[in-house]
């Protein structure tokens, strides 16, 4: 069973950061395409980042473009969202979904990644 775990969540103040990461369980994903989404309370899922298996290409949601950072270390298995400048509203669960291909312009669409993590709560709160 193919499974990948998010952690890094917690409490942070308006201005403050958080580093999330990523991990599979049971497979190496070198080859595989990553996607960051979340879920505020009452609205829908939504894509918040992406990356192709070597890093060349990087997508950004203009939510959180110049704030969030992600990168993967497919040397330890792992990928990471890099959060600075956390507002309120980046308040939400965080998931992190992975997918053999590269979604290229569909890379915020949910139907595009086949596996994906429970979630971690991250909440922006002072």
């Known amino acids: 069973q193919l499974q990948l775990v998010e952690s890094g969540g917690g409490l942070v103040q308006p201005g403050g950061s958080l580093r999330l990461s990523c991990a599979p369980s049971?497979?190496?994903?070198?080859?595989?395409?990553i996607g960051w989404f979340r879920q505020a309370p009452g609205k829908e899922r939504e894509g918040v980042s992406c990356?192709?298996?070597?890093?060349?290409?990087?997508n950004y949601a203009d939510s959180v473009k110049g704030r969030f950072t992600i990168s993967r270390d497919n040397a330890k298995n792992t990928a990471y969202l890099q959060m600075d400048s956390l507002k309120s509203d980046d308040t939400g669960v965080y998931y992190c979904?992975?997918?053999?291909?590269?979604?290229?312009?569909?890379?915020?669409?949910?139907?595009?990644?086949?596996?994906w993590g429970q979630g971690t709560q991250v909440t922006v709160s002072s």
């Open positions: 990356i192709n298996s070597d890093g060349a290409n990087i």
């Open positions: 979904a992975a997918n053999p291909t590269w979604p290229g312009s569909k890379c915020y669409d949910r139907s595009s990644y086949s596996y």
């Open positions: 049971g497979f190496p994903w070198g080859y595989y395409a």
